[in-house]
C-alpha cells in the first residue's frame, strides 16, 4: 500500500489534484456572488426600519403621560422596525402590568433578534474560511507545478512559474472574498446590537411609565373628631 503502486491516501490525494485548482476558485466566486445577494438583502432591510429613537421616546412620554395608551399602540404597529414591532406588543398589554409588559418585551425582543440575525453566521463562516478555502486552492496548484517539475527536470521556472502563480491566485481570490464579508458581518452585527440598545431604551419608558401611572395615590387621612364641648 505505497511504493509499489498500490492503493495510498497520498496517491489518492495527488489523482484528486490533477482537478486542479481552477474549480476551488469557482467556489469561491460562488460563494462570492451568494455573498452580494445576502448582503443586498440584509442592507434593503437594515436600511428601511431605520428610526429616530430619541423622536419615538419622546412621543412615548407624552402619549403615555396623557393616558393615550391605544393611540401609542397604533402608531408603533403602523412601523417595521424591530423598536416599533416589539413597543407595539409591549403596549398592548400595558393595562396588565409591568411584569406582563417586560415579559411580552423579551419575547418580542427575541423573534425580532431572529429576523435580523439571519445570515449572520453565513457572513462570519466566510469571513473566516474563504482565506483557507483559497490557501487549499494554491497548495493544489503546488502540487501539480512539482509534479510537472518532475516528470520535466530539465524545465526549470518555466515549467512551474505559471503554475505557482495560478495556484497564488486562489489565495488572492480567497482573501478578496473574505474581506467584504467580516467587513459586513462586522457593520450587521453592530447595527443590531444598536438596535437591540434602541428597544431596551425605549421599553424601559414603557415600564417606569406603567409602574408610575398604576400606582394608586394614597388616601387622605381621616379628620380627626371634634373634641366634645365643655359643659
Known sequence: MGHDGSFSIINL???????????VMWLLIGLGVLMGG???????LYLRTQVNAPGIARELVMALSQGKVKEAAEMMSRGRAMEERVLADALEVYEQGAFVIEQVMMSSLAREKQR??????YFGTLGNNAPFIGLFG????IIISFKKLGENPKGG????????AEALVATAVGLLVAIPAVVAYNWLK?????????TEFLGRIIL?????????????APAPAPAPAPA
Open 13 to 23: 490525494f495527488l489523482q484528486f489534484s490533477d482537478l486542479g485548482a481552477e474549480w
Open 38 to 44: 445576502l448582503f443586498l438583502e440584509r442592507l434593503f
Open 116 to 121: 435580523f440575525d439571519r445570515f449572520l453566521d
Open 138 to 141: 494554491t497548495v493544489i496548484g
Open 157 to 164: 521556472l518555466e515549467v512551474v512559474g505559471p503554475g505557482i
Open 190 to 198: 453592530g447595527s443590531m446590537k444598536k438596535r437591540v440598545s434602541n
Open 208 to 220: 417606569s411609565q406603567s409602574q408610575h401611572g398604576g400606582e394608586a395615590a394614597p388616601a387622605p
